[in-house]
């Protein structure tokens, strides 16, 4: 996978193709994955994280690649 910056909402659908694009199912789904995983959380609050942003650093995407494994 390439280490690019992505929106939450792109990075959530490469997580979960199945849940279909348009619905805000996958973006809950990454979501939840990243609150119940406090390192991975910690991770990304270092690195200038905030739920309220709309795209992920190209850092910020390693973390979650290292984290929960490649999409």
Do not use: H
Not at 11 to 38: D, F, K
Not at 47 to 60: A, D, E, H, V
């Amino acid at each position: 996978m390439e280490i690019r910056p992505y929106s939450k909402s792109e990075l959530a659908q490469m997580y979960a193709p199945e849940l279909g694009a348009g619905t805000n199912s996958a973006l809950n789904r990454l979501s939840v994955w990243i609150n119940r995983n406090p390192e991975l959380l910690q991770a990304l609050e270092r690195s200038g994280y905030t739920k309220n942003q709309r795209l992920f650093t190209s850092y910020q995407v390693r973390l979650i690649f290292e984290y929960l494994g490649e999409p």
